[in-house]
């Protein structure tokens, strides 16, 4: 089974791994290791650097009992000396996953069409289903379930908000989408979402979308490969950021990295309120929770 969007899992099976990542959290803590995964090794595959992808696998691999390996741009022949399919062939003969972060999706979704292992999307421009794993698993802890909690996103319909809205779809949190004209989430997702029977609101005022919001969600306005855009983009955010008069008293979330005085203020992120480091740590979490899940479809 392949996990390239959050919605490839059933709604029982989100639960499923929420419940075992909650639990493996809880048994062996941060650093604590089991042999759930004794003598498997996980192949990640990196288009794009990373922090808390990078590390949060390898080290869940290592807790659990596995091995990762890195293959980095410069490392394989992914997309330039070989086919994707023939890097997915090969990798698939070696390894017990495969993890990927890279810019296109189609190679995501055609590494899974020929690697005859679970294939985990680590990140891709359309998608971030491990991230939204983990976004799920932080407001769970922060109210106990997901009932008549209200998230405001706001900022861009990147990647990350679109595998939040339908996570959030999923497990029927009420999110209201705040984006500038143009930058919102796509129809497609919106109708993912409403097939769980939960879409989104979507609004263009930040303030309107904040104001019955339990918790509130950025992520940077410049992703990625974008950097071309950044002047058109600061301009088009402009009254987007989330400052504490913005915030008031409700948690923050963020993905991270943060780019501090654009989305989000500095005084914003060192706030009691934010809660990114719990929804940092819980990437180690979820990635662990889904990846002995995984392991047990096999």
């Known amino acids: 089974m392949d996990v390239l969007d959050v919605d490839d899992l059933t709604t029982d099976e989100l639960a499923t791994v929420l419940d075992r990542a909650a639990a493996i959290k809880a048994d062996h803590g941060a650093g604590a290791t089991s042999d759930l995964l004794d003598q498997q090794t996980l192949g990640m ?22 091995h990762a390996v890195f293959l980095g741009p410069d490392d394989i022949h992914l997309g330039h000396g070989e086919p994707v399919k023939d890097t997915a062939r090969a990798l698939g003969r070696y390894v017990d996953f495969i993890m990927a972060r890279v810019f296109d999706h189609a190679d995501a979704e055609e590494l899974a069409a020929y690697a005859e292992v679970p294939v985990i999307n680590g990140l891709t421009d359309d998608a971030h289903p491990c991230q939204t794993l983990a976004d ?15 998230v405001a996103w706001v900022g861009d319909g990147n990647n990350v908000c679109q595998s939040f809205v339908i996570g959030a779809a999923m497990v029927g949190l009420d999110l209201t989408v705040a984006t500038p004209e143009g930058y919102g989430i796509s129809d497609d997702v919106a109708d993912r979402a409403a097939g769980f029977g939960n879409a989104p609101e979507t609004t263009h005022d930040p303030e309107a979308a904040v104001a019955d919001a339990d ?6 306005w410049v992703s990625m490969g974008q950097e071309d855009q950044r002047g058109q983009k600061l301009e088009d955010f402009d009254g987007f950021q989330i400052t504490p008069d913005l915030l008031g008293d409700r948690p923050f979330m963020h993905c991270l990295p943060a780019h501090r005085g654009e989305e989000v203020t500095d005084e914003t992120i060192e706030s009691d309120n934010a809660i990114v480091w719990d929804q940092a740590e819980n990437r180690l979490h979820a990635q662990k929770g889904l990846l002995a ?6």
Do not use: H, N
């Open 136 to 150: 799920l698993l932080t407001v769970r802890e922060q109210f106990g379930d997901f009932e008549d909690v209200s």
């Open 215 to 220: 918790v509130v969600y950025s992520d940077v």
């Open 293 to 298: 899940w995984l392991a047990e479809q096999e």
């Open 45 to 66: 595959i990196f288009e794009k650097p990373s922090t808390r992808t990078r590390v949060s696998f390898e080290t869940g691999m290592t807790q659990l009992g596995g």
